[in-house]
């Protein structure tokens, strides 16, 4: 995983996975020294950051605000999970949790054995390792959480408000107007409800649960785009409005944020320093960019 960080996430295309002429003698050899000292920097660097390097990697932006919140309303209670690895005939795929570095960078397939924790307070984790940062996901890559509802009458969960960071060098044209391009336009969001037999082990009816979601057909609830960007404040985007509890059985609320590879995500730099939207692109335009303050309603 370190190669794919130093060798695609920074200068890497993403096409198909998430993820120089000579000249004379002299410059060839300052051009291997060259070459040579970025190699021991880079692979100093990806030993210490791991995955944090998407979006923290710059010194221009801080990815401060890259986790999220969910709220609630009158007497709803949870408790929220993380899908922390899957584990199929007694091997191990990694799930939101990079095993090798240790930051949520997301994971690629959906898989059945799937382990969910608990998440905690933020007080309970050193700076990074809160669950709830999605500072770390990789293009081409999903983290996926449930909530557990234990009391109360929600009816729906939203996106109920979210801010973003974005750079005046990284734009294009819309009907010639310049237009910042947004991490939004590359993130998608899923959201889905069902309630499962109550064995009493709350770990056993994630996993039941989850072998439900993981196979349903949803439809990105997160739909900006270049064509269609989000207002200034964005208006709610809700997620899942089916929720209909069953105190007979467990109730869960499963939800996933992915950071698309889509071709139609995909922008080129040009020489005159706008980006367009290219099936010859990557996303490396979006490398710099945030989304901040997420906060999900449950009510």
């Not at 990789?138 to 449930?146: Q, S």
């Not at 997620?239 to 922008?267: G, H, P, Q, V």
Request: overall charge negative.
């Amino acid at each position: 995983m370190i190669s794919i960080v130093s060798n695609s996430l920074f200068f890497g295309h993403f096409k198909g996975d998430p993820m120089n002429g000579k000249k004379n003698q002299k410059s060839h050899r300052n051009k291997i020294i060259l070459i040579s000292l970025f190699n021991v920097i880079m692979a100093s660097a990806c030993l210490v950051t791991g995955t944090l390097a998407w979006f923290s990697a710059n010194t221009a932006v801080e990815a401060t605000g890259m986790s999220f919140k969910v709220k609630t309303i009158d007497s709803i209670d949870y408790d929220l999970y993380y899908l922390k690895n899957f584990v199929v005939d007694e091997t191990s795929y990694d799930g939101n949790l990079n095993s090798t570095t240790e930051y949520f960078s997301g994971y690629e397939t959906n898989r059945a054995g799937s382990v969910f924790e608990l998440v905690g307070e933020e007080a309970d984790y050193e700076e990074g390792k809160d669950p709830r940062n999605i500072s770390g996901l990789w293009p081409n890559h999903r983290l996926t959480f449930a909530l557990d509802i234990k009391s109360g009458n929600p009816k729906s969960f939203a996106l109920s408000s979210w801010g973003e960071t974005t750079l005046d060098t990284v734009k294009t044209k819309v009907n010639e107007v310049d237009v910042n391009i947004s991490l939004s336009w590359a993130i998608d969001m899923y959201a889905f409800f069902t309630s499962v037999t109550n064995t009493e082990n709350v770990l056993s009816d994630l996993t039941n649960g989850f072998d439900t979601y993981r196979v349903q057909t949803l439809e990105d609830k997160f739909g900006y785009d270049q064509e269609s960007p989000a207002l200034n404040p964005p208006d709610p985007s809700v997620l899942c409005d089916s929720i209909t509890l069953d105190n007979t059985k467990r109730n869960l609320l499963f939800f996933t944020i992915a950071f698309s590879n889509d071709e139609s995500t995909w922008y080129l730099k040009k020489d005159n320093g706008y980006y367009e939207k290219s099936t010859s692109g990557n996303s490396n335009c979006y490398e710099r960019l945030s989304l901040t303050d997420l906060e999900f309603t449950l009510s």
